[in-house]
């Protein structure tokens, strides 16, 4: 192979702000190359004009499952091959589980979990052939213990971290890798941009959901995270000859897994003989 061949092909969803927009960028300053998708792909024309041979932009909008198909087509011919295929484009979700309709919790299940699902199978066939590959699937804090008033937001991404545990088992064999990222609070703009909220509220959850929804917009722009660095955290693991299962990002995400596993050791110490008196 000549070195255009051996430079790693990166598929982002969900590049326009945050942390797909870093991550593609870092992954560029790498000398990778990568297709960036977006729901309005002129956003990355800088990106493509600062790095015209290794960058390759295309408009996605991953709830629509006959544009996932043949985009995740074109990004494989763009350069002959996909090496990662990140399935990053989301958005939050945050109200009392009652206050929420019908409508904003189809819509956000399709989005995080049904549209990564769909990038996912799109991809499988191409990286199944290749005999190697890398899914990164980000998931969230929300999915290592969660709040109230991100009772769906939580539940897409608990979703596709069991899909995600699954498929590792699965396409093990084959030569693919998956790698959940569960990050904590970072700075980009997914409270100011990215989080939908629900349309009505009921007083009864005002000390619950409300006082969450109310934390969230005092912490825009104050996160501890920084996204750059969360970028290069993802791109060192994906690098690595053994790469985690689960990439958690930050200490307030890290100190959050301990306490859920320490909490849940005590609680399955305490109801063990109920348990074991089942058999």
């Not at 890398?134 to 899909?163: D, M, P, Q, R």
Request: proline share 5%.
């Amino acid at each position: 192979m000549n070195d255009a061949e051996n430079t790693p092909v990166w598929l982002i969803t969900g590049c326009s702000s945050g942390l797909g927009r870093a991550l593609a960028g870092r992954v560029l300053a790498h000398g990778h190359r990568v297709v960036a998708t977006a729901r309005q792909p002129e956003s990355l024309a800088e990106m493509v004009a600062a790095h015209p041979a290794h960058c390759r932009r295309l408009a996605l909008d991953v709830t629509s499952p006959g544009q996932v198909a043949a985009v995740v087509t074109q990004a494989a011919e763009a350069f002959g091959r996909l090496d990662v295929v990140v399935n990053n484009a989301g958005y939050g979700l945050v109200g009392a589980l009652e206050e929420l309709s019908d409508e904003q919790i189809l819509r956000n299940f399709e989005t995080n979990f049904f549209g990564a699902l769909r990038v996912i199978r799109a991809a499988l066939p191409i990286l199944r052939a290749q005999g190697r590959g890398h899914f990164v699937n980000i998931s969230a804090a929300a999915a290592i213990a969660n709040y109230a008033g991100f009772s769906v937001y939580g539940a897409t991404k608990c979703a596709l971290e069991a899909v995600s545990e699954s498929l590792a088992a699965e396409v093990k064999p084959l030569g693919l890798r998956v790698t959940i990222v569960q990050p904590g609070p970072f700075r980009t703009d997914f409270i100011a941009r990215s989080l939908e909220a629900a349309t009505g509220t009921i007083p009864a959850y005002e000390a619950t959901s409300g006082k969450f929804r109310r934390f969230l917009a005092t912490m825009d722009g104050k996160q501890p995270g920084d996204p750059v660095r969360a970028a290069e955290a993802i791109i060192a693991a994906v690098s690595a000859d053994q790469p985690p299962l689960r990439l958690v990002l930050g200490k307030y995400a890290i100190d959050k897994t301990r306490r859920k596993f320490a909490a849940a050791t005590r609680e399955l110490d305490t109801w063990a003989d109920v348990g074991l008196a089942t058999e």
